[in-house]
Antibody
Framework: QVQLVQSGSELKKPGASVKVSCKAS????????MNWVRQAPGQGLEWMGW????????TYAQGFTGRFVFSLDTSVSTAYLQISSLKAEDTAMYYC??????????WGQGTLVTVSS | EIVLTQSPGTLSLSPGERATLSCRAS???????LAWYQQKPGQAPRLLIH???SRATGIPDRFSGSGSGTDFTLTISRLEPEDFAVYYC?????????FGQGTKVEIK
């Protein structure tokens, strides 16, 4: 069965960096694009962008350029989200989600990133 | 950017009642590119409907989607206790993909 398993919660200080992992199983990793979605506490869903799992080419939504980096390690079927120069407003749940014909059909369980001094 | 506006913000209903949720787009969205998701507290979103009206695998037939152009609707014919959650619409026909702000369906 398809599963996306994300790394655990992170507590970081402002200015630090964090790398969230999303390990896929149950399907051919390179056959589906991987998307990232942010959800701030008590708020709605915000699409961050996606990465082509064949080419490694990322696409970032406006507001997620510069400090946000999507990457892959296809040898272990894992996608990564790295956020640098963390700010308090980056505190959120981050989800990876597989894209199939446009829709996000499988989601990871989410990784809570908390930025606090 | 296509803005999706969901209404109402909160829907207070009893189990067994019918729920009608609206998603209005600021520009026309192809029906093929409109989806609905359900999110329960502490859980990741789950795909319910794609292509505006096609149920995802394993989704009960009490959930139905309809609409075209700028107006889309998610209907839950008879609310079950497990249906009380937040529902989001999403368009992926035009980048950036966008979500509505969500409709919370709560127990009355």
């Amino acid at each position: 069965q398809v599963q996306l398993v994300q790394s655990g919660s992170e507590l970081k200080k402002p200015g630090a960096s964090v790398k969230v992992s999303c390990k896929a199983s149950g399907y051919t990793f390179t056959s589906y694009a991987m998307n990232w979605v942010r959800q701030a506490p008590g708020q709605g869903l915000e699409w961050m962008g996606w990465i082509n799992t064949n080419t490694g080419n990322p696409t970032y939504a406006q507001g997620f350029t510069g400090r946000f980096v999507f990457s892959l390690d296809t040898s272990v079927s894992t996608a990564y989200l790295q956020i640098s120069s963390l700010k308090a407003e980056d505190t959120a749940m981050y989800y990876c989600a597989r894209r199939a014909q446009g829709v996000l059909d499988y989601w990871g369980q989410g990784t809570l990133v908390t930025v606090s001094s | 950017e296509i803005v999706l506006t969901q209404s109402p913000g909160t829907l207070s209903l009893s189990p067994g009642e019918r729920a009608t949720l609206s998603c209005r787009a600021s520009q026309s969205v192809s029906s093929s590119y409109l989806a609905w998701y359900q999110q329960k507290p502490g859980q990741a979103p789950r795909l319910l409907i794609h292509g505006a009206s096609s149920r995802a695998t394993g989704i009960p037939d009490r959930f139905s989607g309809s609409g075209s152009g700028t107006d889309f609707t998610l209907t839950i014919s008879r609310l079950e206790p497990e249906d009380f959650a937040v529902y989001y619409c999403q368009q992926f026909g035009s980048s950036p993909w966008t979500f509505g702000q969500g409709t919370k369906v709560e127990i009355k």
